[in-house]
């Protein structure tokens, strides 16, 4: 795992790219944003990609420069891992994309793909909240809720590229209606999206002055789950109620993935994560109350280390060959190591 010491990592999002030059433990040497302009096509898109990679190049000490030994990216949406195609990613306006593929050709490095998700997931199992950690699960409560699960020191994907899709777990029958159609998933209860639902109506119910002053002060009024989070950090009872309210679902959430997976770490990151104890405290609550008892005991559930670095540290880590059973050779190494036997 440590004959590779440098990779880049690059974190390809709806309306911005991030990429970094990434060491061993983590550290970031180099790095560059760029916006990924979706609306102007995927050739754009890749360009934008490869001039943050060359511009993070650039920043990075000289001497790293030709020791970098591969590419990870984490891309928003389903991806073929193996491949590195991304399947469906809405935020890029993506179907069936050889991701992997083109960013090789134009940067001449071997490059791995996963979903944004794993990705940050590794990012914490490698220099964050979930360092040393072999059954790790990492929840981002951002506009949706997702996750990543690291099982037995390997990234779980699933049949088809789909695991760790926790924020469509149906917690409330008859609950909000959720994005994917269904009811009362969990990111319609848990994630910044919800908080924010929950705050206008506490507006509209007349019980929203804190909040609305909160808005006026650090979101140019708008009433979301920023302006909550800083409403509850004057203790405000109202957005303490509205965080307690969704920590609460979320450790019902984290009740089912603990007497499914048995994790020894929970870690929780995304924009809401910023909540602290006003939304991990009533979560740890509900869990100890819902999970099987002794398996709650087992867990720790803390908040993210690496705010929105995970995404390009991760990607990295990824490129390292964390989270993999082998790191490096891949579909064609494995092809390659099934033949010896028939040549031997
Ligand atoms: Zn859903």
């Known amino acids: 795992m440590d004959k590779m010491q440098y990779a880049i990592g690059i974190d390809l999002g709806g309306t911005k790219v991030a990429a970094g030059v990434v060491d061993g433990q983590g550290r970031i040497l180099g790095r560059s944003h760029r916006p990924t302009e979706v609306d102007r096509g995927r050739e754009v898109v890749l360009e934008n990609t490869v001039r943050a990679v060359r511009e993070a190049l650039a920043r990075s000490p000289r001497w790293v420069r030709g020791r970098i030994q591969a590419v990870g990216v984490g891309a928003p949406g389903t991806v073929e891992a193996g491949t590195g195609r991304v399947l469906l990613a809405p935020n890029l306006r993506w ?69 760790g899709e926790v924020g469509h777990i149906p917690v409330l029958p008859d ?22 639902a929950m705050a206008r109506q506490a507006v509209s119910d007349g019980r929203g002055a804190a909040i609305v002053a909160a808005a006026r002060r650090i979101a140019q009024g708008q009433v979301d789950a920023r302006a909550v989070m800083a409403a509850a950090r004057w203790k405000d009872p109202v957005a303490l109620a509205i965080l307690r309210e969704a920590g609460t679902y979320l450790g019902i959430g984290l009740a089912i993935l603990v007497n499914l997976f048995n994790p020894e770490r929970i870690v929780v990151g995304g924009s809401l994560a910023r ?56 579909p064609e190494g494995a092809a390659r190591a099934g033949a010896e036997p028939a040549e031997g």
């Open 275 to 330: 909540a602290g104890e006003a939304l991990l405290g009533p979560a740890r609550e509900e869990l100890a109350r819902r999970a099987l008892p002794g398996l709650a005991q087992q867990v720790a559930v803390v908040a993210a280390e690496l705010g929105n670095q995970a995404g390009v540290v991760g990607a990295a880590a990824l490129a390292l060959g964390w989270g993999r059973k082998e790191p490096g050779p891949g």
């Open 95 to 163: 179907q069936d994309v050889a991701l992997g593929q083109l960013l090789q050709e134009r940067l001449q490095m071997r490059v791995y793909v996963d979903n944004d998700a794993n990705c940050a997931a590794l990012g914490e199992l490698l220099a964050g909240a979930g360092r040393g950690s072999r059954h790790l699960l990492v929840i981002t409560l951002g506009t949706g809720v997702g996750a990543g699960l690291v099982l037995d020191g390997q990234l779980y994907r699933g049949a088809g590229g789909f695991a």
């Open 175 to 196: 609950g909000p209606l959720c994005g994917c159609g269904r009811r009362g998933c969990l990111e319609t209860l848990c994630s910044a999206t919800a908080v924010a």
